[in-house]
């Protein structure tokens, strides 16, 4: 993945999370936390999902957190 495809992924993610769909959005992102991915990348990533409302994000930490991936 390349900086332009993680910020383009974390939109689609946090697509995602604002519609509720938090299932969803974990199903795409865990296979990205299960190998190793520069974390700069996950940075990207993350900044473009935490542009959903707060009251969307909290069941999809919850979700990542419960996996316990290193990026989760």
């Keep these: 993945m390349r900086t332009r495809q993680a910020d383009e992924f974390g939109r689609r993610i946090g697509e995602l999370v604002t519609a ?9 992102l865990a296979p990205v936390l299960a190998q190793r ?11 473009e999902v935490d542009n959903s409302p707060w009251r969307c994000m909290d069941p999809f930490l919850e979700k990542g957190a419960a996996a316990g991936t290193e990026g989760g």
């Design 20 to 28: 509720g769909k938090t299932t969803q959005a974990y199903a795409h």
């Design 37 to 47: 991915t520069p974390f700069s990348l996950l940075v990207r990533v993350g900044r």
